[in-house]
């Protein structure tokens, strides 16, 4: 059965947009399921760069489908400024679908996220400021506006009020700020309405039927493991499920059709916005990561938290995933290190800990125990084989796949397309 998903198994950016356009050549559908345009994915093709935030990396392969699943949120004008974007660049996005169900973020979504963190001050959570988490709880609280509901004014004008009932009350009387006006909300989504119309369908039913016909589907995360909202490290996580089973949800999918589950994965460790990360580094090393990884957010333009190679998390991506295979990233930015330290354990009051512990409190006690490597100073970016990779560079490789619970399917040594040594094949 040809369903693939493709995830973050860290905390995002790991190299899911490269990752996706290097299998979109070879598949008829790219399918978002959840995120928002939170979400930077960055594709190098030639000498072209591109950054995507909502539209799924399989938009830049032109035999392929790009689908917008109901398991996301959608801002409408993010939507179109991206897709005229990529017109100006020569690319055809007619074939874009998107899901009637899929929500959208509102201008009050916006509003109240950014509110909200400057309310939560020490305590926030340091959200990309979409509107992500306010969008998914109207969804949840059912005062969400869908993308149907374009197209039903009377409806539209009807939801508004309702979402925005409780939210002006909270916006005036607790932090301050002015009312926002339901016609001029309703106004501004029913100006989207039209340009939209044309990608709207039922892409439950278009995935079925396509996957029915033996057609292949890849399923694209936006963020990364430990930033869902179950099983990341809560709260200091997005407000949707990257997670696989996140996939069958946020597509509409039966997670009996997927048939293979590959988590990305970068050779040392990120992450953007607050939250626990035992292996950062506040050194030169860190530093050093930041700068040959170019590890700045491609969405908020923030440098990146950056620390060593983290093996518990990657056995924990494996587990709730239930992964495949990894596609391990950015090995080339390792190069020059004499020795690279590998965290393979935890120690959390004393005492060694294997596995992600479940509880927060421990989480934020565990510091990282460390075993280390030899590196390799070889310059790796024109390796197409396993076997063209220096020795060490290669023992780094089956350690980190020991360590983790898969195997190492492929391997990024630079953003391009070409720049991946494929050992076993995902299609
Ligand atoms: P995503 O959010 O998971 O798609 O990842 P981002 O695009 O936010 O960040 C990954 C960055 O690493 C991008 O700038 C990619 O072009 C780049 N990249 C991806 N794979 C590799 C690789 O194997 N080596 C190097 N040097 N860069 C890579
Ligand atoms: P890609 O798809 C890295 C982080 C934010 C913040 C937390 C919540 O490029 O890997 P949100 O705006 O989602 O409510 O913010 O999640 N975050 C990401 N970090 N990569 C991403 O996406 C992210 N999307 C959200 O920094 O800590
Ligand atoms: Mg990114």
């Not at 591109?50 to 959608?74: D, E, R």
């Not at 939560?120 to 998914?136: A, F, N, S, V």
């Not at 509409?252 to 589950?261: A, D, Q, Y």
Request: aromatic content about 8%.
């Amino acid at each position: 059965m040809p369903a693939l998903v493709l995830l973050g198994a860290q905390w995002g950016d790991e190299g899911k947009g490269k990752a996706t356009d290097l299998l979109g050549g070879s598949v008829d559908y790219v399918v978002r399921y959840q995120g928002g345009n939170n979400a930077g994915h960055t594709v190098v093709v030639g000498d072209q760069k591109y950054a995507l935030h909502l539209l799924p990396s399989g938009i830049l392969s032109p035999g392929c489908t790009p689908v917008i699943g109901n398991g996301v949120v959608v801002d409408p004008s993010v939507l179109l400024s991206e897709l005229s974007g990529l017109n100006e660049r020569g690319v055809d996005t007619s074939k874009l679908l998107i899901s009637g169900n899929a929500h959208i973020i509102t201008p009050y979504n916006v509003t109240v996220d950014k509110v909200t963190e400057r309310f939560l001050g020490k305590r926030k959570i340091g959200t990309t400021g979409r509107g992500i988490g306010p969008t998914y709880a109207d969804k949840i609280n059912r005062v969400g506006i869908r993308v149907q509901d374009l197209y039903d004014e009377s409806i539209l004008t009807q939801k508004v009020e309702a979402a925005l009932d409780v939210k002006n009350q909270v916006l005036t009387k607790l932090y301050n700020r002015r009312a926002i006006a339901v016609g001029q909300v309703v106004e501004e989504l029913l100006g989207y309405a039209a340009q939209i119309e044309r990608y709207v369908a039922d892409t439950v039913l278009v995935l079925n039927q396509a996957l029915d016909d033996d057609k292949v589907v890849l399923f694209e995360g936006g963020q990364g493991t430990l930033l869902d909202i179950d099983h990341g490290t809560y709260p200091f996580v997005t407000s949707s499920n990257p997670t696989a089973g996140g996939a069958c949800t946020g597509a509409g999918v039966g997670p009996t059709k997927i048939s293979r589950v590959i988590g990305i994965l970068k050779a040392y460790t990120t992450r953007v916005g607050a939250g626990p990360f035992p292996t950062e580094l506040f050194d030169e090393d860190g530093e050093a990561l930041r700068r040959i990884g170019g590890e700045r957010g491609v969405t908020t333009g923030r440098d990146r938290r950056c620390g060593w190679f983290d093996a518990v998390i990657a056995r924990y991506a494996t587990r709730v995933n239930g992964l495949t295979d990894f596609f391990l990233t950015k090995l080339d930015v390792l190069t020059g290190w004499e020795q690279i330290p590998v965290c393979v354990a935890y120690e959390i009051d004393g005492k060694r800990v294997e596995e992600l512990p479940y509880s927060q409190t421990d989480f934020h006690h565990a510091k990282p125990v460390y075993e280390t490597l030899p590196g390799w100073s070889e310059d790796i970016t024109k390796a197409k084989s396993f076997s063209d990779l220096p020795k060490n560079a290669q023992n780094y490789v089956k350690a980190l796949e020991e360590m983790s619970g898969a195997p190492i399917s492929a391997i990024g040594v630079g953003p391009g397309r070409d720049e991946t040594i494929e050992i076993n094949s995902f299609l």
